[in-house]
């Protein structure tokens, strides 16, 4: 499976933006970094992915390194709702091998304070 | 769309009892996933399907378990016998594979289930 590594915790303040980084130094050509997060006590929700380019959605933005071995989630103005379980996903979109599935590590929990 | 629904949401069983989780994908996908999560072990898939066929159960932890999938609109996975060691929450998810194209999961709201 190919492997991120994200931080275990960060702490943010409501209404400020905030930067989640994401490490992956072996991704594949073919594979697209996807974030989801888990609210407490929820089952995990989709926010963002992308392959190369930037990406923007009403959730938040995708930024991607060129040489695409980081990538970095910005809530652009932290709620205390945004307060979750962040996961960064490496996945083959267009396969059916085991990098197509969605293979969750351990994420980075955010805090928000008021 | 009432997004992907799971039953029961709460399950309370004593060990060696047999236990039946189930799940309504949303209508049009065709690739559904079961997963468990634990403290211990995080989210770990179990199995998953794509148009209606099992296509790799490689998470299952034991023969103690298994999952179907009679047709596009429900899932079963059960536990029998269940033992204190399989409780966690377990999420049933679905997506859509079309034109080569793995599109993003939606997750139930999970059964939360306890082996005493």
């Known amino acids: 499976d190919a492997k991120t590594t994200q931080p275990n915790s960060m702490e943010s303040n409501e209404e400020e933006p905030v930067h989640l980084p994401c490490n992956h130094s072996?991704?594949?050509?073919?594979?697209?970094i996807h974030w989801y997060r888990q609210l407490p006590s929820q089952g995990p929700e989709y926010v963002i992915h992308?392959?190369?380019s930037n990406v923007n959605n009403r959730m938040a933005s995708l930024a991607i390194a060129e040489d695409r071995k980081s990538s970095t989630l910005i809530l652009h103005r932290a709620t205390l709702r945004d307060a979750a379980v962040y996961y960064c996903?490496?996945?083959?979109?267009?396969?059916?091998?085991?990098?197509?599935?969605?293979?969750f590590g351990k994420g980075i929990t955010l805090s928000v304070r008021p | 769309d009432a997004g992907v629904i799971q039953s029961p949401r709460h399950e309370v069983t004593e060990m060696g009892q047999e236990v039946t989780l189930r799940c309504k994908p949303i209508?049009?996908?065709?690739?559904l996933f079961w997963y468990r999560q634990t403290m211990m072990r995080g989210l770990e898939l179990l199995i998953y399907?794509?148009?209606?066929?099992?296509?790799?159960d490689s998470g299952m932890p034991e023969d103690r378990f298994s999952a179907k999938m009679p047709n596009a609109s429900f899932s079963t996975l059960k536990i029998q016998p269940s033992e204190p060691r399989d409780s966690a929450v377990y999420f049933c998810?679905?997506?859509?594979?079309?034109?080569?194209?793995?599109?993003?999961?939606?997750f139930g709201s999970g059964t939360r289930l306890t082996v005493v």
């Open positions: 996903i490496l996945r083959d979109d267009m396969g059916t091998g085991a990098n197509s599935k969605l293979t």
């Open positions: 998810a679905s997506s859509l594979r079309l034109r080569a194209v793995n599109y993003g999961y939606t």
């Open positions: 399907f794509n148009n209606n066929v099992p296509i790799d």
């Open positions: 209508s049009g996908h065709n690739s």
């Open positions: 992308g392959l190369t």
């Open positions: 072996t991704i594949s050509g073919t594979d697209y």
